[in-house]
């Protein structure tokens, strides 16, 4: 009981200090022009297309891809799981809750990279979090993810390694015609994406 | 600065190391605290020990207090801290499968270790169980799969989620402790058991 | 049972409240260097996958569940955090123990019940748990206490879940205890 006294003593006063600190000395959410400006520059927004596609084949639950396309084009051809939230629509209320979130990693994608970087732009000023854009849009992805094409015997080794992977993903995707790959390369489960270097190494843990 | 090992200032094999040194800390803290006694566990749900409760809110409330606080002066990147995801479903029921597992086998699987290392046999009795626990969740795992995916909610911290800032929430978990803790000790005067 | 009191306890166990802030102390340690928290069952895991990797290469492969942890832990398995950390807790726990004098190879029961009864239902306790920490994903130390120490919506759920069943059930298992 004694020792519970002077427990109690210590802890509650250190809870009181940490109640009555501003919560932005603890973590800051908001962002100023200046960062905004820093992080566009530096690209961080940007998921790559191999990444997307090992998600996708993964089927990892934590990933949404988000059509900023018009509900026309969307109709038309959407990416496997996506949902369509028009550009032109982006600030109404009924997306807020998709938008603002850390549930889930939201990948803003259109024909290009120029809708889905503005949709970013907006979504990032409003000191939201978890949304990224998909690099080179729709069109590298049909390009290069679903229908990759093969290398030059001279080409480094990471490019068969990248190729293999994707002609694995887009099988597993439905894409692209299935054609074996050369026999010296390493079997394709062995094969994973290329990490861009920007990518801060997500925390593991747990039992 | 911190977490050392995610921000690449330690290897990998260090981390390993450090690893052990925490395990034996930790070993030594749940033995000498009475963790390798299943029947100084199980005391907390009949009232006469509640050892496991004191230790259990304790310890989290340290170590919160103290990420905050590190976090407050810019020592550690609590976004580089793991935040176990919530999936909702496999959450509550493997919650509760261990909660009858805990009541029957009076041990959890961390203080099973310790009090199979002190020569209790029925912790290391209970070690087999999880070894085959574990391989018959894998070998089942087909029957499991969609309730395992099941609501997941990303890694929300119960503050946000409640609306609250951290260290507010923080203050309330303490007060809520505190309170469990005179509860527990009038308990444990009011059901007295002989020495076990 | 008053007779073999003294000769048995050894020396006195650690304040609880102490030893909770020491526990405090070493979890932070944990997420401090490693950014993670403590744990257990996972070690286990690793065990189990590597056993059947060593006798069957290829059931891993028509078991997901384990096949995804294998390909995760690149080099083996037993290359986890979580397997240095246990086997850490193996020694220190050996170490208190010898110190404080209670080193004993004993099944520890209440006067009620036969030793058969308690290793049966440790046995059972055992699947239980092993079971539920992976439908889990952890147990009270890797879901539980680390969850809430940061504060994860996860581990309060968790611990809640462990908790209230244990206490619902207690009733019937009282004479295990008791």
């Known amino acids: 009981m004694k020792t519970l006294k002077l427990l109690a003593l210590i802890i509650i006063p250190l809870g009181i200090i940490l109640a009555a600190v501003p919560a932005d000395r603890i973590r800051h959410f908001q962002l100023t022009a200046d960062e905004l400006l820093q992080e566009a520059g530096a690209g961080v927004q940007f998921i790559s297309p191999d990444v997307v596609a090992d998600m996708l084949v993964q089927k990892d639950p934590s990933l949404r891809l988000i059509d900023v396309r018009t509900p026309e084009e969307f109709d038309d051809y959407s990416m496997p799981g996506a949902i369509n939230v028009p550009l032109s629509n982006l600030l109404a209320d009924e997306y807020s809750d998709i938008l603002n979130q850390n549930a889930y990693v939201n990948v803003f994608y259109s024909n290009g990279s120029v809708y889905a970087n503005q949709a970013w732009m907006i979504t990032r000023q409003l000191g939201y979090e978890n949304n990224l854009v998909l690099e080179g849009g729709l069109n590298y992805w049909f390009g290069n993810i679903l229908s990759p094409e093969e290398p030059s015997q001279t080409s480094p080794n990471e490019e068969f390694a990248r190729y293999d992977f994707r002609k694995s993903a887009a099988a597993a995707l439905g894409g692209g015609g299935v054609v074996s790959t050369e026999p010296d390369v390493p079997a394709v489960k062995a094969v994973k994406p290329p990490v861009s270097a920007k990518a801060k190494k997500k925390p593991s843990g747990g039992c | 600065m911190g977490p050392l090992a995610p921000y690449e200032i330690i290897s990998e094999n260090t981390n390993f190391l450090l690893a052990f040194f925490i395990g034996i800390a930790f070993g030594w803290v749940l033995e000498s605290s009475g963790f390798s006694s299943s029947r100084k566990l199980a005391g907390i749900f009949y009232g006469y020990d ?55 086998g009076g041990f959890c699987p961390g203080t099973s270790f310790c009090g199979a290392a002190i020569g209790k046999i029925d912790a290391m009795v209970f070690v087999v169980g999880l070894f085959i626990g574990v391989y018959g969740f894998a070998f089942t795992y087909g029957w499991w799969e969609k309730l395992y995916y099941a609501n997941y909610l990303g890694e929300p911290k119960l503050s946000e989620a409640l609306g609250m800032k951290d260290g507010l929430f923080g203050l309330l978990l303490i007060i809520v402790a505190l309170g469990m803790f005179v509860v527990a000790e009038w308990a444990e005067k009011k059901f007295p058991r002989e020495e076990y | 049972m008053s007779n073999s009191k003294t000769e048995e306890r ?98 520890e029961h209440s006067p009620k019940i036969t030793s058969r009864r308690r290793l049966v239902f440790a046995l059972m306790g055992g699947v239980l748990f092993g079971f539920g920490s ?27 879940a462990i908790f209230g069943t244990a206490f619902a059930l207690a009733y019937f298992f009282r004479r295990n205890w008791i």
């Open chain 3, 10 to 107: 050894g020396r006195r166990y650690l304040n609880p409240y102490v030893g909770g802030v020491l526990l405090g102390l070493v979890l932070l340690a944990a997420n401090f260097i490693s950014g993670r928290g403590l744990g257990a069952s996972g070690a286990v895991k690793s065990v189990v996958v590597t056993t059947i990797e060593a006798v069957d290469k290829d059931a891993i492969n028509t078991m997901p569940f384990m096949a995804d942890y294998a390909e995760s832990h690149s080099g083996s398995p037993m290359k986890s955090w979580l397997v240095f950390e246990m086997l850490g807790v193996i020694v220190g726990g050996f170490l208190s123990g010898a110190i404080a004098g209670r080193l004993k190879l004993k099944v």
């Open chain 3, 134 to 160: 992976q439908l889990g994903r952890g147990c009270t130390s890797g879901s539980a206490l680390s969850g809430m120490a940061v504060l994860s919506m996860g581990g309060f759920i968790t611990m809640m």
């Open chain 2, 50 to 104: 509640a050892v496991v409760l004191k230790v259990f809110f304790t310890g989290a409330i340290t170590c919160m207090l103290g990420l905050l606080f590190m976090s407050l002066f810019g020592w550690i990147d609590l976004d580089l801290v793991y935040v176990n995801p919530t999936y909702l479903t496999s959450a509550i029921i493997g919650g509760v499968i261990m909660g009858a597992g805990f009541i029957m």
